[in-house]
């Protein structure tokens, strides 16, 4: 998964390169993450390093808040609660997995999927619902755990690559889309995917570092893979 991940990210920067040469005046992006992006007459400048020093602080502080709760998803869930984000429990997870889901935190949604997954965590129907944990009843692998927790504090601190929009690009352009698609998005699409790629690989970092400190890395990676982690 690494190395087509590192094959798609590779025609996202050729295709990059060719859309912002064609560029002859820009008058900026908006964006609602901490990554900063200046546009003008043919150039690009973008502040990756004090977005990875964000990053850098941001991943002190949860590895600080897992240790607090001891690791343990029922302790740090309580700790989501606090922070307004509702946690639900369902039956099954293939009531998400038909929605192209799975448990764990879900990012906002509108429309259909909005109404499905309100009416399966709430028992009525809205047609834009905020993000929320879905998780089945049950003890709750830690690891796997650990990703989403990441994902969702990451979220809540506005992290480029985080939004729905992102990470359904993301979905749709790892697994399903051709390289014509691919080659014809425009540079801001190319952004958004580029940063969903880097955010979910600095989750999966994320996971392997702090599970070094725990278990190993290796013993952390079986226990996802046998509990259906989807990274």
Same mark, same amino acid.
Request: charged share 25%; glycine share 6%.
């Given at each position: 998964?690494?190395? /087509? ?31 900063? !992006? ?34 343990? +998803?029922? =302790? ?31 990012? +906002?949604?509108?429309?259909? !999927? ?8 709430? @028992? ?47 979905? @749709? ?32 970092? /994320?996971? /392997? ?5 725990? =278990?190993?890395?290796?013993?952390? /990676? ?10």
């Amino acid at each position: 998964m690494g190395l /087509f991940k590192n094959i798609i990210y590779f025609i996202l920067s050729v295709q990059e390169k060719i859309l912002t040469a064609k560029l002859n005046k820009t008058l900026g992006a908006k964006t609602n993450s901490r990554r900063k !992006r200046v546009y003008g007459n043919g150039y690009l400048l973008s502040l990756d390093s004090l977005a990875d020093g964000e990053r850098t602080r941001m991943e002190e502080e949860i590895a600080l808040i897992l240790k607090s709760s001891n690791y343990d +998803p029922s =302790e740090a869930l309580e700790y989501i609660k606090k922070h307004d984000t509702k946690v639900y429990y369902i039956e099954n997870a293939r009531y998400l997995h038909s929605i192209g889901e799975n448990e764990g935190f879900i990012y +906002p949604q509108t429309g259909a !999927r909005a109404i499905y997954l309100s009416l399966l965590t709430e @028992k009525k129907a809205k047609l834009k619902t905020d993000g929320m944990f879905v998780l089945t009843k049950g003890e709750i692998n830690k690891y796997y755990f650990i990703y989403h927790f990441y994902n969702w504090y990451a979220f809540k601190h506005n992290v480029s690559g985080i939004d729905s929009d992102s990470v359904n690009m993301l979905n @749709k352009y790892l697994y399903n889309a051709t390289e014509e698609e691919i080659s014809s998005l425009q540079l801001e699409d190319i952004y958004k995917l580029k940063d969903a790629i880097k955010q979910d690989k600095s989750a999966i970092e /994320f996971v /392997f570092k702090l599970c070094q400190n725990i =278990e190993g890395a290796q013993k952390a /990676f079986e226990k996802m893979q046998n509990d259906g982690a989807q990274l």
